[in-house]
């Protein structure tokens, strides 16, 4: 998956709220859902994602509130960057 975005299978999740992203006068809504992570340390936790025609955010479940903040703010570059190339190219 291009610029970061993690392309899930499956996306259920504990639901945070909103993220709202405008782009080139597109508006989109990611909802920001927390999830568990395997502790293997394959993967960096959280981030963007898209699922067939649902995007949003991840964020680790167990994660302390400074990280997930920061999961968040990696999560909405991630999706301007997405969005950028779908709208403005």
């Known amino acids: 998956m291009q610029n970061g975005a993690q392309n899930m299978s499956t996306v259920s ?3 945070l709220g909103f993220v709202r992203v405008v782009v080139g006068g597109h508006v989109c809504d ?3 859902q927390a999830v568990s992570f395997d ?10 994602f898209v699922h067939d025609d649902q995007l949003g955010i991840i964020v ?3 994660a302390p509130a400074s990280q997930v903040q920061a999961q968040i703010e990696k999560g909405t570059a991630e999706a ?7 709208y403005l190219n």
């Open 60 to 62: 680790d479940d167990a």
């Open 30 to 32: 990611l909802a920001v």
């Open 39 to 48: 502790t293997d340390g394959e993967r960096m936790a959280g981030g963007f």
């Open 13 to 15: 999740g504990r639901l």
């Open 80 to 86: 301007v960057r997405h969005l950028s190339k779908k």
